[in-house]
């Protein structure tokens, strides 16, 4: 049998953001989304963790693309310049 083989370094994937601010609860989110029939987005786009009813949730606007919430945690790490994969 013939074979090549190589390593292929794992891939980046990098998302940027032109700002974050602190948005409402998650309660207080999603109920009025729900009211509106609008789309919930039930957790974090960055870390996918699910929101809880009181966490705080951060809407962030990428460089590309629409508006997303992230936990404080990930809008934490991409504010203090520490946003390296997870
Ligand atoms: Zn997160």
């Known amino acids: 049998m013939?074979?090549?083989?190589?390593t292929?370094?794992?891939?980046r994937?990098?998302?940027?953001?032109?700002w974050v601010t602190r948005f409402h609860p998650?309660?207080?989110?999603?109920?009025?989304?729900?009211r509106?029939?609008?789309?919930?987005?039930?957790?974090c786009f960055w870390c996918g963790s699910a929101f809880k009813d009181d966490d705080t949730t951060m809407l962030a606007g990428r460089a590309?693309?629409?508006?997303?919430?992230?936990?404080e945690k990930c809008a934490d790490r991409a504010a203090s310049g520490?946003?390296?994969?997870l």
């Open 2 to 6: 013939l074979r090549l083989e190589k």
């Open 8 to 11: 292929i370094p794992a891939r």
């Open 13 to 18: 994937h990098v998302v940027e953001f032109t």
């Open 26 to 34: 998650f309660g207080a989110y999603s109920s009025a989304r729900k």
């Open 36 to 43: 509106m029939n609008l789309s919930v987005q039930a957790d």
């Open 64 to 71: 590309k693309g629409k508006n997303v919430l992230l936990c």
């Open 82 to 85: 520490e946003g390296t994969a």
